[in-house]
């Protein structure tokens, strides 16, 4: 073999293992939150709430994000992750939602220790979570508030769909997040009503 050739061979070997490498190459991972999008605008009521369980779908109860790719299919993304379990992230997002709603500090986080002497729990079941890129972020969730004086208990259902104003992930996350407002809003009115009905007599 010729200097020549085994020099051409080497060159070729060399671009087969960059092509390679660079196949291999991992995409990085990216990781989003969802966020409150209200502002609180001070201390107006004393009521303390305890916000949890939150329960999610099974499909969705993963650090990857769940794409919905038609009315039965859908893909999950290995480098697209929520920064926290989704189903605590909820949560938070709906607490500090709760907080400018109700204009009280009072809100904890079920099972946090403090949440056990709250005035109100709130129990909230996610059944739908559905996201597509571009398009639309779609929640559902049933959710009841019950009083702890007296067991007096309102429910609900919320759902919404939220238009996605990009096309990235980012842009999914803050329409998930504007989806979390209105089901916040929804329960701080279920608050509100049970805050002013009178408590249930209980027996001797």
């Not at 390679?20 to 999008?37: Q, V």
């Not at 929520?82 to 500090?96: E, K």
């Not at 990235?168 to 805050?195: P, V």
């Amino acid at each position: 073999m010729s200097p020549d050739t085994a020099l051409h061979r080497s060159k070729i070997l060399i671009l087969v293992l960059c092509a390679l490498a660079t196949g291999c190459a991992s995409a990085p991972t990216r990781f989003y939150t969802l966020s409150s999008t209200l502002t609180p605008t001070g201390v107006t009521d004393a009521m303390s709430v305890s916000v949890g369980p939150v329960s999610i779908p099974a499909q969705v109860d993963r650090p990857q994000i769940v794409v919905t790719e038609g009315p039965n299919r859908v893909a999950v993304d290995e480098t697209s992750r929520w920064a926290s379990p989704l189903s605590d992230a909820i949560a938070g997002v709906v607490a500090a939602n709760l907080i400018a709603l109700l204009g009280t500090q009072q809100v904890t986080l079920f099972p946090q220790v403090t949440s056990a002497n709250a005035d109100y729990r709130v129990a909230i079941e996610v059944q739908t979570f559905e996201s597509a890129p571009g398009s639309a972020a779609a929640l559902s969730a049933v959710w009841s508030v019950r009083r702890k004086e007296d067991g007096k208990t309102q429910s609900g259902r919320t759902s919404v769909r939220e238009p996605v104003s990009g096309a990235g992930f980012e842009a999914l996350a803050a329409a998930h997040s504007r989806a979390l407002t209105t089901l916040s809003r929804d329960i701080a009115d279920a608050l509100r009503s049970l805050s002013r009905s009178p408590a249930l007599a209980t027996p001797d």
